[in-house]
């Protein structure tokens, strides 16, 4: 299948709208349409591109002019910065994922965007990342209606379930499932192509997210990032984090840093996915919950480790 910009039907009413590459901050999102009923799956990391989105979503389907209901899967900024733009949606997210959204205003993003220059090979990581998105003006727009666990939603005479998975990518990742149609838009448990990032985890609940995922035995995947995929890509990312548990395992006995241990794993069959930097958190993870340790890495110091680990150091 092609992976170009834009919005295409993936099922009767059902639409992803994608952002190639698929890499940092290039979100994908969803549509989903019955009549003149409306259901938004995420918004974009700015105003500008949820624009461009929003129109191309209404030049298809006409009745997108007004979105009913909005559900951001989960806190990152490249899901839900864009939500004001989407005024009068109604607007749903896990419990966790609603406490989250407040960490990381977008305010924040465009002040670390301003200090990047100065801030030596982080700074300079950071805007390979996120200097070509636009963090002004964008007001945090939280959902109004929260849910743990799961929630069915009604699209006219269609029902989704919004099953939340998390604490994994993030702390409150939730997956949309159109059992009808057997399609899965499944925000950032699924990178399609790259390493995903364990911001939250642990590891293993990732894991038994991507059994859950496997158990309903989807026909086609709308990925939070990259072209869209099958189960198979399920299945490879469960067994990237298993062979990243073996890994780290040895590696920390063999008393390496997950810096060390990102340097010394061979990707094997993995080699070929984008971001390959995101090695380290996922180590860092692994090696914190093979200690006891609840707590994810800092992410200020995530971003350092990954930097350290772009540029080959
Ligand atoms: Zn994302």
């Known amino acids: 299948m092609s992976y170009v910009t834009g919005l295409r039907e993936v ?13 940092w901050g290039w979100s994908n999102a969803g549509l989903v349409v019955d009549g003149e009923r409306t259901l938004l799956i995420d918004t974009l990391f700015d105003l500008r591109l949820t624009e461009q989105m929003l129109g191309a979503m209404r030049r298809a389907v006409p009745a997108a002019a007004s979105i009913d209901t909005l559900v951001n899967t989960h806190a990152n900024g490249d899901h839900c ?6 005024g009068g949606a109604r607007i749903i997210a896990s419990e966790r994922t609603a406490a989250e959204m407040v960490e990381l205003p977008p305010g924040a993003m465009a002040a670390l965007v301003e200090q990047a220059p100065q801030m030596g090979e982080l700074g300079a990581f950071f805007l390979d990342c996120f200097g070509a998105f636009d963090f002004r003006g964008i007001e945090l727009t939280l959902p109004q209606e929260t849910f743990s666990g799961a929630l069915t939603v ?3 005479d269609r029902k989704l379930e919004l099953i939340e998975v998390g604490p994994a990518h993030t702390r409150g990742d939730t997956l949309v499932h159109a059992p009808r149609e057997r ?3 499944s925000g950032d448990i699924l990178f399609s192509g790259a390493h995903p990032i364990t911001w939250a985890g642990p590891v293993s609940n990732w894991i038994a997210a991507c059994e859950r995922i496997l158990a309903m035995d989807p026909e086609l995947i709308v ?3 990259g072209p ?3 189960a198979d890509a399920v299945r490879e990312l469960k067994a990237y984090f298993e062979y990243l548990y073996e890994q780290a395992r040895r590696c920390r006995a063999e008393g390496m840093t997950a810096l060390e241990a990102a340097r010394a794993i061979a990707l094997d069959r993995w080699a070929d996915w984008g971001d390959p930097e995101r090695l380290v958190v996922n180590v860092d993870n692994i090696y914190r919950e093979l ?4 707590q994810p890495t800092n992410p200020l110091v995530a971003f350092e480790q990954m930097a350290t680990l772009a540029r080959g150091g």
């Open 228 to 230: 869209l995929a099958g």
């Open 223 to 225: 990925p939070g990032h």
């Open 291 to 294: 200690e006891g340790d609840q």
């Open 11 to 23: 099922g009767d009413g059902l639409y992803a709208y994608l952002q190639p590459d698929g890499s």
């Open 154 to 156: 009604a699209v006219g």
């Open 183 to 185: 399609v899965l838009f």
């Open 81 to 86: 910065y864009g939500n004001q733009l989407v």
